[in-house]
């Protein structure tokens, strides 16, 4: 079982940045970063395997980081050069077993709560 609480969600003008806080409780292998807009689908942003290897969404490549502090087990996603089209619903999600860790991680079983975040023009 893993518990996620997100964090660092707000409003921001385009070309700002947002840091974005996960709070794990649990061992996992696999975290990511998700979002959805509203009439959107959710998408994946970024994600973050146990090994430290990364992955990007090309929409964030070059202006979104993600890491992971092992020792405060917590993610974080930092945003920068925010853009209107930024704007959505950020989960936060994770999974223990590698076998739910696959593909575009859309198996992934235990998600946060949310975290909104708001860029204007």
Known sequence: QVQLVESGGGSVQ???????????????????????????????VADIVSDGSTGYADF?????????????NTLYLQMNSLKPEDTAMYYCAAD???????????????WGQGTQVTVSS
Request: proline letters at 3%; aromatic letters at 10%.
């Open 14 to 44: 385009a070309g700002g940045s947002l840091r974005l806080s996960c709070a794990a409780s649990g061992s996992t292998y696999c975290m990511g970063w998700f979002r959805q807009a509203p009439g959107k689908e959710r998408e994946r």
């Open 60 to 72: 964030v490549k070059g202006r979104f980081t993600i890491s992971k502090d092992n020792v405060k």
């Open 96 to 110: 223990p077993t590698r076998a739910y860790c696959m593909g575009n991680l859309a198996t992934l079983r235990y």
